[in-house]
C-alpha cells in the first residue's frame, strides 16, 4: 500500500523547493495498493524539470512493505522519517539515510519529438559501483554530461545497471537476458542500447569451488550477447558493445576467467555484429600490465573503476554513433 507520494525539485540535502512540491495522485486518488509484481503508473503532474537536476520522490508507507523493487546501490542518499506522513514536509527531520532507493522505478518526463534515450545495460561498472555518493560519477553519468555539451541534451542517458547483475544466471536482480524486455525494451523513446555485461558470470562461474551450473564459457556469454543484440534490432534500437574491463587482482579472478574475458573482447571488437563498439579494455587496462586497471584508475578491488576510471570510459564513447561530434569538450 502507496498511503501518499510526493514529488519536488531537491533543493540540498533531504529539502526540496518548496513552490515545487507537488502530491501524486493515482487514478485521482491520493493512495494505491500495488499488487506483488505489479507497475503502477501515477497521474501526469505539472512540473517544469531542468536538465541534470535532482527530484525528491516522497512515499508513505502506512503500514508493512516488502521493498521487492530497490536500487541497492543507489549512490545518493534516501532519508527515511519517522512514523507517519512526512511527504508533504519541506525537509525530513531527524531521518536516517541509506544510499540505496526503494519502491520507485522511473520518473517519466514529457520531451520534445526528436528526444530519444540510451539505454546502458549492465552490472556494478555500470551501475557506478564504489564512485563518490552523490555526485554523479558513474561512467552513465559522465557521459550524459558530455551530450549536453555537445548539443545532445535532447539525448536522455537510462543508467539500467544493477550491481551483482549477470547474463546467464539469476543473483543481484534476474539475469540480463530475463530483465531485457523491462529494463530495455519498454523504456520510452530507446534509440541506442549500450550493453557493458559478463564479468560477474565470468568471475563467480570460474572462481574456485564454483558449482558446475554456474561455468561459463566464452561461447555461453557471445551467445547470450547475440541474443541481446537480435531482440534490440527487432525493435529498432541500435547496440552498443562495450569490451570487459581488466578484472586481475579481484577476489573472484582466476586466469581460466582471464582467458574467458580475453575471448569474449575479441569477439566484440571483431565480429561485427555491433552496431558500434566501445573499448573500455583500452581505455583502463594499464599498458604495463592489461590484465589490471591502470594504478589511476584503480579503487582498490580490482573490479571497479573509481571516478577518474568512469570518466576515462566515457571519454571512450565515440559520440557520433549518436549523431554528435566526437570531438565535443568533456564537462567535468
Known amino acids: 500500500m502507496i498511503g501518499a507520494a510526493h514529488i519536488a525539485m531537491r533543493d540540498q540535502e533531504s529539502s526540496v523547493v518548496?513552490?515545487?512540491?507537488?502530491?501524486l495522485l493515482f487514478g485521482g486518488k491520493p493512495s494505491c495498493w500495488i499488487p506483488p509484481g505489479a507497475t503502477e503508473i501515477?497521474?501526469?503532474?505539472?512540473?517544469?524539470?531542468?536538465?541534470?537536476?535532482?527530484?525528491?520522490?516522497?512515499?508513505?508507507?502506512?503500514g508493512t512493505a516488502a521493498a521487492d523493487t530497490m536500487h541497492a546501490v543507489g549512490l545518493h542518499t534516501t532519508y527515511v522519517s519517522k512514523e507517519g506522513d512526512a511527504t508533504a514536509a519541506p525537509a525530513t527531520a531527524d531521518a536516517t539515510t541509506t544510499q540505496s532507493f526503494y519502491f520507485l522505478t522511473n520518473v517519466d518526463v514529457a520531451a520534445a519529438p526528436d528526444a530519444a534515450a540510451?539505454?546502458?545495460?549492465?552490472?556494478?561498472?555500470?551501475?557506478g559501483a564504489v564512485s563518490t555518493p552523490n555526485t554523479d560519477r558513474s561512467w552513465p553519468s559522465f557521459l550524459a554530461r558530455r551530450l549536453a555539451a555537445a548539443g545532445g541534451a535532447n539525448i536522455a542517458v537510462l543508467n539500467q545497471g544493477i550491481s551483482g547483475n549477470r547474463l546467464l544466471r539469476d543473483g543481484a536482480g534476474v539475469s540480463a537476458l530475463a530483465r531485457f524486455d523491462r529494463d530495455v525494451l519498454v523504456q520510452p523513446?530507446?534509440?541506442?542500447?549500450?550493453i557493458l555485461e559478463g564479468i560477474n558470470d565470468i568471475g563467480l562461474g570460474l572462481r574456485p569451488g564454483a558449482l558446475d551450473s554456474d561455468v561459463v564459457s566464452s561461447d555461453d556469454l557471445i551467445a547470450a550477447l547475440k541474443q541481446l543484440i537480435e531482440r534490440a534490432h527487432e525493435h529498432g534500437i541500435k547496440v552498443i558493445g562495450g569490451t570487459l574491463t581488466p578484472f586481475e587482482g579481484a577476489a573472484y579472478y582466476s586466469e581460466a576467467g582471464e582467458g574467458v574475458r580475453e575471448a569474449v573482447n575479441q569477439w566484440i571488437r571483431s565480429a561485427g555484429a555491433f552496431d558500434a563498439v566501445v573499448d573500455f579494455e583500452a581505455a583502463?587496462?594499464?599498458?604495463?600490465?592489461?590484465?589490471?586497471?591502470?594504478?589511476?584508475f584503480n579503487n582498490g578491488d580490482h573490479l571497479h573503476p573509481n571516478d577518474a576510471g568512469y570518466q576515462a570510459m566515457a571519454d571512450a564513447i565515440d559520440?557520433?554513433?549518436?549523431?554528435?561530434?566526437a570531438a565535443a569538450t568533456n564537462s567535468r
Open 319 to 325: 559520440l557520433s554513433v549518436f549523431g554528435l561530434k
Open 284 to 296: 583502463t587496462r594499464d599498458p604495463e600490465h592489461p590484465k589490471q586497471f591502470r594504478a589511476g
Open 189 to 194: 523513446g530507446v534509440k541506442w542500447l549500450m
Open 118 to 127: 540510451i539505454v546502458t545495460f549492465g552490472d556494478s561498472i555500470t551501475d
Open 42 to 62: 501515477s497521474d501526469a503532474v505539472n512540473l517544469d524539470v531542468p536538465a541534470a537536476s535532482d527530484l525528491a520522490v516522497s512515499v508513505y508507507i502506512p
Open 18 to 23: 518548496p513552490a515545487s512540491d507537488r502530491a
